[in-house]
């Protein structure tokens, strides 16, 4: 049997400082335009978030999971029969003359038509934020999940999860542009919806962690969070 040493406060406090600066240097790279960035996001923000049976989250393991996790989705309306995607907007861009293009942004600070809302972690986690041409429910844990776990986060599975594949693979929200006859889909609701996921998360960080108070002149070179 290997021996193991449990990891200090101390340690678990340096894992938590990095994770929270691998999701500010993806987040950046991501709205610089490399959205692929989306999957470094999805493996750290499953580090920091996502307990098992046999694993326990940076976050639990310091006791820092009950604070209120900031909610920036759009209210889901179970009545209504259209898809739904909470999280994002759709942003079109004239790129020529006669020419548009159309893609899934964060919403990032946008809160038009909603407040910003704090949910404790499990209904914040759990909570709907996509729901394709279906009816099938995605919650933000199922989304950092399947990217994580099987669309190359941390691991490359030979099968996915079908909602998932669909919903990044077949425009599963059936949402198009149509330019006079052409008829473009719009896709990346995936991408963008993890971006959003990691704005909240870092917001929830930056103001729900209590700090001890001590003297500090923020340095010229810090720069604030990717939130």
């Known amino acids: 049997m290997v021996n193991k040493i449990q990891q200090t406060k101390v340690d678990l406090e340096k894992h938590l400082s990095e994770h929270r600066l691998f999701l500010e240097r993806s987040a ?24 098992t049976n046999s694993s326990q989250s940076i976050l639990r393991q ?25 999280l994002v907007h759709i942003q079109a861009t004239v ?3 006669n ?6 942004v964060p919403k990032l600070g946008d809160t038009t038509g909603r407040k910003i809302k704090k949910l404790d972690f499990d209904k914040w986690w759990n909570a709907t934020v996509i729901v394709d041409d279906q009816r099938k429910e995605i919650s933000r844990k199922d ?8 669309d190359g986060g941390a691991h490359v599975d030979p099968n996915l999860n079908e909602s998932y594949a669909r919903l990044s693979r077949q425009n599963s929200l059936g949402v198009y542009l149509q ?5 473009r889909l719009i896709s990346g609701a995936h991408l963008a919806s993890i971006r959003q996921i ?21 340095s010229s070179q810090e720069k604030p969070l990717a939130c």
């Open 28 to 51: 950046e790279a991501f709205d610089a335009g490399y959205e692929d960035e989306a999957k470094r996001l999805a493996l750290s923000l499953r580090v920091l978030l996502h307990d």
């Open 62 to 86: 310091l006791g820092k999971k009950n604070i209120p996790f900031y909610d920036s989705a759009y209210e889901y309306n179970p009545k209504n029969l259209l898809t739904y995607a909470g």
């Open 95 to 97: 790129t020529q003359p």
């Open 99 to 104: 020419s548009v293009e159309a893609k899934y």
């Open 143 to 150: 989304l950092v999940l399947y990217m994580a776990n099987q």
């Open 179 to 183: 330019i006079s006859k052409e008829v």
């Open 198 to 218: 990691t704005y909240e998360v870092l917001k929830t960080l930056k103001y729900g962690i209590k700090k001890k108070r001590h003297r500090h002149r923020r």
